[in-house]
């Protein structure tokens, strides 16, 4: 009987084509250089041009040869090429860790707060240096909301207590300040109505010839005339007690329109406009 050596590790006995290749050499080579192949048919039929079938023959086939027949520091170049990239892209050096030291690393540093609530240690100490933290933030912002609402408050009530804008061209006169622009004269009583007024300029001269209407707080005309050489505006009638208006016409002079809250009845005296 004849005797035949039998390997020690069996599976380093790779199965081989042809007695020489082995399977894997022998795919890279037929891919590589099949492919080449295609692009060199390709080429010489005038499918593509010649500028990309034969660099793509070249590195195809030259690809296959690689691959499947040189060795690369005794290991097969897809096999070094693949620990190569492992490499590079692997950590190359590593820490290790006992069993304590992980579940240190594991385990988050909670500590409890005054409430009970469990919060980590490192953010409670943070707070701790923070001026304010420890005060309750939720009594805080509910003061806050309130100061705010009742800031509110008092803003919306002076503004209904501001003063409307004064209108320039309109002159009030009430129970008030009615002395200021009112004045006697001798004849005061033989007047027959109770609005009466006299036009004149800054220096107290009469201008004559002004057309004055009067008109009721709908701006209805009750009654008009024109200012004579003296420059009085005299009315005809005693007026009830209500709010008037006095608008002036004059292709020289401009008044300013007057609204007259007239409150007594029997007050008779002229009121004294100046011209603006």
Known sequence: MRQHAIPQNILDVEFKLFTKFTLKEFAYLAIGIGFGGVMIYLTASNIIPGILGIPVFIISSGAGIFLGLVPVND?????????????????????????????????????????????????????????????????EDAELEDGIDMLDKELNVEENLTTPPIDPNLLVITDSNIASYQFNIKSLDRLPGNINAWLCTKDFKPIPNVIVYLKDSQQKILYANRTGTNGYFLTNKMWDIGTYMLEFQHPVYKFPRVQLELSNRENKSPIKINNI
């Open 75 to 139: 290991q097969d170049a897809d096999v070094f090429i693949k620990n190569y990239i492992s490499a590079i892209s692997n950590p190359t050096q590593r820490v290790l860790m006992n069993k304590d030291m992980r579940e240190e690393r594991s385990k988050p540093e909670v500590k409890p707060s005054e409430d009970g609530q469990i919060i980590p240690k490192d953010v409670k100490d943070k707070n701790k240096k923070i001026i304010g933290v420890g005060l309750d933030i939720k009594k």
